[in-house]
């Protein structure tokens, strides 16, 4: 804290800075709660490397087992796991394409226009986000079922392509960190207005589409409800779908499904390890800064 | 492009001029139209016949001709269902049970964060981050292996720990069957709730700190007010916008609990129904029974209650701050 009085006044010799618990105790409950955090990830990591039969066993396994090998096999025998990786993959990089195409034009529009009817129409935008997504799952459905998208993996990353949070974000950054001037000039010299967005906007909003691109790329390889309606067959299956069918086989072969389980995390941890200041700030941007 | 413009005065604008005004002018409405165009097609139309449906009587499967209209059946038919009120009660239970130790646990972990780390801060955030980034799905096949009632690696700690003297009798003798005994699988799908997200409203609750001017602590100590003072003056009072959110953003997701209960206790919603939520019903009823209908108007009776409880937390916790003009 900035507040020092310690070394200058004797009189008060812990200024209070607003902090209800001691140094000591902040840092075990930290220590233990950091503990809790991690020890399923590393159960997930140790189990993947036991056979059934070692998982459930008194004392259960707490160190590496041999059985990694035979789990991955049996993990394929059962299920395209590759296949359903690659299927996560297409999606994620689909919506992610077109999530920051589509939100950057949108948040632009927002950010630099003045148009008719413009207040109202990013209330429109924002008042979306308050609609409860249990609202739509039955007639999403029903209609990915009369469009005949069932099986297709567009009817998940198209209706989402221009979604509310994204233009929220992109406006936000637009609007505070590229200046007006920037855009007027290139419009003196005879920029069309997509050319504006394309040469002056999109470049200087890195930052900002990396954090749309990250949050967006996480929630759709870790979606579940939409595939659950979409897909029918394994072949179609992302991993998180596919995870839960081999779950739900009589016999389940829990090693085997552990090394699914590691293989469809361990992507998200990488990207997590490089971003994760990127993807805090952006997954909390709409409950911070509104 | 300018070049057209220097023709002599006031002729028939060429093509090119056209163009010219025509996407300078439209520009904005094209670059936002397919927000709109996307809304109406994927948003509000299906939300809207989901409303025509919910006064309809309709298998999906014989097609759109054998739609009837019915009025209120569908609604009073929920509303006369055991099953919809248990799951009603089972979500709010988990709801509770998961919400509340959130919360109480995400607020003193912020401000460990905030006052006790420098150099490790955003290391320690990243950290408990970690399970809101990972799928659901992932997450709760991990924690059924855990939570096994003979070998489960949770039991077999709460039975180390109540061999422990002094505090071991806070902790069950016997093992519990958390996930097949009626009377803990609700505690077990909360638990597994608050692991997710105790992390992202322990980040939520520290930006709201960091927010908080450090002067102000200042001032009040030279004023001397002790640390309790100024924890109760100072920081309740100022973290209450950012609690508000958070509040609102956990109701408004634990009502609508899915993946969590679906994958730790099955479709079935588990032993005895105890972990069907009103979502899970919702998808079974539309799923396996095939009554559109039926389902259409069970997600209209959960907005309801979302909406309602909405506005109750926005009386106590807010003063009507809308994320809006910023």
């Not at chain 2, 105790?198 to 609750?205: A, C, K, S």
Request: with cysteine; net charge positive; proline share 6%.
């Amino acid at each position: 804290m900035a507040v020092d009085f310690s070394t200058a006044a004797p009189v008060r010799p812990r200024a209070s800075t607003g902090r209800p618990l001691s140094r000591g105790a902040a840092i075990s409950l930290l220590v233990l709660g950091a503990l809790l955090t991690v020890l399923p990830f590393y159960f997930m990591f140790v189990f993947s490397t036991h056979s059934r039969g070692e998982i459930f066993n008194l004392p259960p396994p707490v160190w590496f087992g041999q059985h990694a090998a035979t789990n991955y096999d049996s993990l394929l025998a059962r299920m395209p796991f590759w296949r359903n990786l690659w299927n996560s993959l297409y999606l994620a990089i689909m919506s992610t394409g077109s999530t920051l195409f589509f939100c950057s034009l949108a948040g632009y529009a927002f950010a630099m226009y003045t148009f008719r009817f413009r207040e109202q129409l990013f209330g429109v935008v924002l008042a979306t986000l308050l609609i409860p997504g249990a609202l739509n799952i039955v007639p999403f459905a029903l209609m990915m079922q009369a469009l005949g998208w069932i099986d297709a993996p567009r009817s998940l990353w198209v209706p989402g392509m221009a979604g509310a949070f994204g233009i929220f974000l992109m406006r936000q950054y637009i609007g505070s960190a590229i200046p007006r001037e920037l855009v007027e000039a290139a419009r003196i010299d005879g920029c069309t207005e997509f050319g504006i967005y394309r040469r002056i906007i999109v470049p200087l909003c890195g930052p900002a589409l990396a954090t749309l691109g990250l949050v967006t790329f996480i929630a759709s390889w870790n979606n579940f409800l939409g595939p659950l309606i979409i897909f029918r067959s394994a072949q179609t299956y992302p991993a998180a779908l596919a995870l839960r069918s081999l779950q739900g086989l009589v016999n389940t072969d829990w090693g085997a499904l552990l090394v699914g389980v590691v293989l469809t995390v361990v992507p998200l941890l990488i990207v997590f390890v490089f971003a994760s200041r990127q993807l805090i700030a952006g997954l909390t941007a709409g409950a911070t800064k509104g | 492009m300018q070049a057209s413009a220097t023709a002599p005065p006031r002729p028939r604008p060429s093509l090119g001029t056209r163009w010219e005004v025509f996407q300078r002018r439209y520009a904005p409405y094209i670059f936002i139209s397919p927000f709109f165009i996307l809304f109406l097609v994927f948003g509000l139309f299906p939300i809207l016949f989901s409303l025509y449906l919910s006064f309809h009587q309709w298998q999906p499967a014989s097609g759109l001709g054998s739609m009837k209209f019915i009025g209120w059946r569908n609604f009073t038919d929920n509303l006369t269902d055991p099953t919809f009120w248990q799951s009603l009660r089972n979500t709010g239970v988990i709801a509770l049970e998961s919400g509340v130790p959130q919360h109480l646990m995400a607020i003193p972990l912020a401000f460990a964060i905030h006052t006790s780390l420098k150099k490790v801060q955003g290391l320690v955030t990243a950290l408990y981050f970690l399970p809101y980034i990972t799928s659901v799905v992932a997450i709760s096949i991990i924690f059924v292996t855990l939570f096994s009632w003979q070998y489960g690696v949770i039991n077999v700690a709460l039975n180390a720990l109540h061999q422990l003297p002094l505090i071991g009798g806070l902790f069950p003798a016997e093992k519990i069957n958390w996930l097949g005994n009626r009377d803990f699988i609700q505690p077990a799908v909360a638990s597994v709730v608050v692991w997710k997200y105790v992390g992202w409203n322990t980040v939520l609750y520290l930006s709201g700190i960091q927010a908080i001017p450090a002067d102000l602590y200042e001032a009040a100590s030279v004023d001397g007010a002790t640390t309790r003072q100024s924890f109760r003056f100072i920081t309740l009072p100022l973290l209450r916008p950012i609690m508000f959110v958070a509040i609102t953003l956990t109701l408004i997701g634990n009502l609508q609990l899915f993946e969590e209960p679906f994958i730790l206790a099955g479709d079935s919603g588990g032993i005895g129904n105890r972990a069907l939520t009103t979502v899970m019903y919702m998808f079974r009823t539309y799923n396996f029974y095939g009554d559109a209908g039926l389902a259409a108007a069970m997600s209209w009776l959960l907005f309801i209650l979302i909406g309602a409880l909405t506005l109750v937390n926005n009386r106590v916790f807010g003063k009507s701050r809308l994320s809006g003009n910023d």
